[in-house]
Structures are given as structure tokens and as C-alpha cells.
């Protein structure tokens, strides 16, 4: 895993899933989804994100270079069920990065969680589908209803899922407490790049061991906690993001 040109070692005994905690302009898309889109070379990748297009203009012509199919989806297009079974019956071999973009408008929440849901599903099923990022950008426009369970039956194929987060009362929000709680059991690795909330530091300080305030008044440090790993902070402030 990279954030910005720092690579983070983990230890890989059991899944890769990623939760990635940020308040605006703490640069966590692009320190983490960027840069490590740019990083992969071989797996399958899955973006999904707002209609600002923000990781596809970022990181699309470097997947091109890198030999892999380029391909977008609208997630509330009429045709969109029908494109990606075209796009698994064409595509079965060739390494592929799909971004989907998330337009709000016109839709409820529920409904654009459960097209998204519906989605990794098809992928599961798929046995001829090679190993895959899923990146889960601005998470909470779009909150998968069953996101513990599926994170869960990730564990078992070779599919890793980022969840991307503003705060993680949001999770909390949406989902409730319990079931907030599951989703972090099942993500191995979590990256708290800063928050204006008191409560996402306090919850933070909890799990990590470090001060509230400290976490609240974080900057130019990112703190990274591994089921395995001592929590820890890493300085940005020379991170120099090449994508």
C-alpha cells in the first residue's frame, strides 16, 4: 500500500479490505486512491465515485499506458445492468479499470446502494474473474445495504474493497453503531487522514490509543492502524504524489 510515495507494509494473513477516513482537503483520494490505482498493474480495478470525475481524469490515461481497458459506466444509466454483462462476456481475460459514476439526482440513496450491491454480486459470481480492486469513493452516496455481510464474503475471493469516508459518523448514520462496528472488523487496514469532528477523534482515540485532541488538530500526518500492527502516525508533509 502506498500513501502518496510512502510505502506501508502489512501483513497479508487475511483480507486487503481498506477503510479510509478524511474531512475535505485532507487529500486522502488522492494519496491513497490515486496513488495506488497508479500502483497496480495486474488486478482488475473498480472506481466508483461523484460526477466531478475527480480519479478518472487523475488516473485513466496511466491505465491506459499500463495496458488495461478503460471503461465508464453511469450507475443509474437505464442499459446499466445490460453494459456490464457485456462488459464481462467481452473482457474475460484483459486486465480492466471501471470507473462508475454516482450522479444523485433523480434517485434515492437506497436505490443507488443497491445497484452497487447488486454489482459486486454479478462480480462474485463470476469465477473467471481475475483478482480486483474495488475502490468505494464518497461512500455515502451510495451505502450498500448489506455492507457488513458483504465485505464479510470478500474475505473469501480475491476481491479487496476501499471504503472511502468524509467521517465515520456518517457509517454510523447510516448503518447504526453495530453494524459500523462489523464493517471495521472486516477491514484490516484503517487510514484516518484528520476530521473537524470531535466525535470521529474521540472514536479514533479509542481504537488507537492516542489523544483526542492530538487527532483533532492532526496535520500533515496521517495515522494508519493494521489488525496486526501497532497503530502509528506517518508524516506527509514531503509526500510528493506522483499520480
Same mark, same amino acid.
Given at each position: 500500500? &502506498?500513501?502518496? +510515495? ?16 478524511? $474531512?475535505?482537503? +485532507? ?7 490515486? +496513488? ?11 472506481? #466508483?465515485?461523484?460526477? =466531478? ?11 491506459v499506458e499500463q495496458?488495461?481497458?478503460? %471503461?465508464?459506466?453511469?450507475? %443509474? ?6 453494459? %456490464? ?45 481475475? $483478482?480486483?480492486?474495488?475502490? %468505494? ?7 450498500i445495504p448489506h &455492507?457488513? =455481510? ?5 474475505r473469501g475471493y ?7 469516508? =468524509? ?33 470521529? $477523534? ?27 500492527? #501497532?497503530?502509528?502516525? #506517518? ?9
Amino acid at each position: 500500500m &502506498l500513501i502518496g +510515495t510512502t510505502e506501508l507494509k502489512f501483513d497479508k494473513r487475511n483480507n486487503s479490505n481498506v477503510y479510509v477516513v478524511g $474531512a475535505t482537503g +485532507t487529500g486522502k483520494t488522492r494519496l491513497y486512491v490515486h +496513488t495506488n490505482i497508479g500502483q497496480e498493474k495486474e488486478k482488475n480495478i473498480i472506481v #466508483i465515485e461523484s460526477m =466531478k470525475k475527480e480519479t478518472y481524469y487523475f488516473t485513466h490515461q496511466m491505465k491506459v499506458e499500463q495496458g488495461y481497458q478503460v %471503461l465508464r459506466l453511469d450507475l %443509474l444509466s437505464p442499459c446499466f445492468h445490460e453494459r %456490464l454483462q457485456e462488459l464481462l462476456s467481452c473482457h474475460p481475460q484483459q486486465k480492466f479499470i471501471l470507473y462508475i459514476h454516482v450522479d444523485v439526482v433523480g434517485s434515492t440513496y437506497e436505490e443507488r446502494g443497491e445497484r452497487v450491491q447488486n454489482m459486486l454480486q454479478i462480480f462474485l459470481e463470476q469465477s473467471s474473474i481475475q $483478482a480486483m480492486q474495488v475502490y %468505494l469513493d464518497e461512500y455515502d452516496m451510495y451505502p450498500i445495504p448489506h &455492507l457488513a =455481510k458483504v465485505l464479510c464474503v470478500t474475505r473469501g475471493y480475491q476481491m479487496e474493497i476501499s471504503i472511502v469516508v =468524509k467521517y465515520h459518523t456518517q457509517l454510523q448514520q447510516i448503518h447504526g453503531k453495530d453494524v459500523a462496528n462489523q464493517v471495521l472488523t472486516n477491514c484490516d487496514r484503517k487510514l484516518f487522514f484528520g476530521t473537524n469532528s470531535m466525535q470521529d $477523534a474521540e472514536y479514533f482515540s479509542r481504537i488507537s490509543g492516542y489523544d483526542q485532541m492530538e487527532l483533532f488538530f492532526l496535520q500533515n500526518e496521517i495515522l494508519v492502524m493494521g489488525a496486526y500492527h #501497532i497503530p502509528q502516525k #506517518i508524516s506527509i508533509q514531503q509526500v510528493d504524489c506522483k499520480y
